[in-house]
């Protein structure tokens, strides 16, 4: 089952809520652009490719839902709302690739109704797409992995965080479909708990060996030996720097004083050819976010508190990049890989 999809007999956006998991697989049904952004917000749906095709169905939500019948106004309250749609969630691109991609598509329709079918056939093109990278993703990045490897990752880049198989967790579910005995380290990724909460259950469902960690424990791991290769996934790939989950940069800075392996899994959609690490916004949340767990007060209600979701990893930290089209060494000249891979 997808972890986002447009119900044709609906009418609406249908996705996991992942602020239920590991406890309850619940699917929610959204009928406005509204319920999508508190979705996106609260990480109801999330993970960058997830939100790619969010974004896309955002807009064939918005599509649908606008009521004036003139089409210039109809056209301009479709382009504000997928510019409010576009900045629910700064540091993943894919949020407004999907918003962009689709918008683009849309309105090249002549009247509302083509716009509108339009914007549907192309947000289910871009979820569409994205499983098919994610495979291709998958199938590359196996052969990076030996038989009895144990692979460490942070926060969730699996299926969850996709429409369906996953990045990083897609390279390893391609490796164990090859008959790679494959086993797992699964950091519990705090505050949000993404590794705890999302990997470990997608990775138990599979039958795939999982052992979870604390964030903290990353270093002892790696300097004891226990850890072959780290994968992760990404929000944004610009040429100087990797964004991921907080978290993400201390890893790689352990791994590389230990010799092992910083693999980065993304779609070519998660690339920022327009920035440099220095441009990017990090998104910072609620310090209730750290001062609350589960509606269980953890720290003293007025303290101080800064959250950023997601830190930057310099592409020297990087071993490799692992994309639908192949696998990328860094450095990389992103202008060089637009030539070549025709982007
Ligand atoms: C396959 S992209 C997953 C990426 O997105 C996550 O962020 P969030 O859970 O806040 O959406 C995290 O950075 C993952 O690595």
Redesign the pocket.
């Known amino acids: 089952m997808r972890t986002i999809y447009w119900d044709d007999k609906k009418g609406c956006v249908t996705l996991v809520d992942?602020t239920a998991l590991p406890v309850k697989l619940l699917l929610l049904d959204i009928h406005e652009v509204r319920d999508l952004e508190d979705a996106i917000l609260k990480?109801k749906v999330?993970?960058?490719?997830?939100?790619g095709a969010a974004g896309g169905f955002g807009v064939a939500l918005l599509a649908y839902t606008i009521k004036s019948r003139d089409i210039k106004e109809y056209i301009e309250k479709l382009m504000s709302g997928a510019d409010e749609l576009k900045g629910t969630?700064p540091?993943?691109v894919?949020l407004s690739w999907g918003v962009e991609r689709t918008m683009r598509k849309a309105l090249t329709g002549k009247d509302i109704s083509e716009i509108q079918s339009l914007a549907l056939e192309e947000a289910k093109a871009i979820a569409d797409d994205d499983v098919a990278r994610c495979k291709a993703i998958g199938e590359h990045g196996s052969k990076l992995l030996e038989d009895g490897d144990t692979v460490m990752t942070?926060?969730?880049?699996?299926r969850m965080?996709?429409v369906d198989w996953?990045?990083?967790?897609g390279v390893i579910r391609s490796a164990v479909a090859e008959g790679k005995k494959i086993k797992v380290i699964s950091c519990e990724?705090r505050p949000?708990n993404?590794g705890c909460r999302?990997t470990t259950w997608e990775l138990m469902e599979d039958g795939i060996p999982v052992t979870l960690i604390t964030d903290s424990m990353s270093g002892h791991v790696m300097r004891k030996g226990m850890v072959d290769k780290v994968i992760?996934?990404?929000?944004r790939i610009v040429e100087d720097a990797v964004?991921?989950?907080?978290g993400?940069y201390t890893h790689s800075v352990v791994a590389k004083a230990h010799g092992i392996p910083f693999y980065v899994?993304?779609p070519f959609s998660?690339f920022d050819f327009t920035k440099k690490e220095k441009d990017v916004v990090i998104?910072e949340r609620s310090g209730d976010e750290l001062r609350y767990w589960g509606g269980m007060q953890i720290a003293p209600k007025d303290v101080q508190v800064y959250n950023p979701?997601?830190d930057a990893t310099p592409m020297e930290n990087v071993t490799a990049i692992i994309t639908e089209l192949g696998i990328l060494k860094p450095p990389m000249d992103f202008s060089e890989i637009k030539k070549k891979f025709n982007i």
């Open positions: 992942q990480l999330r993970g960058a490719p997830a939100l969630r540091t993943a894919n942070h926060c969730n880049a699996g965080a996709c996953g990045t990083a967790l990724t949000l993404q999302i992760v996934g990404a929000d964004f991921n989950k907080i993400t899994a993304a998660t998104e979701a997601f």
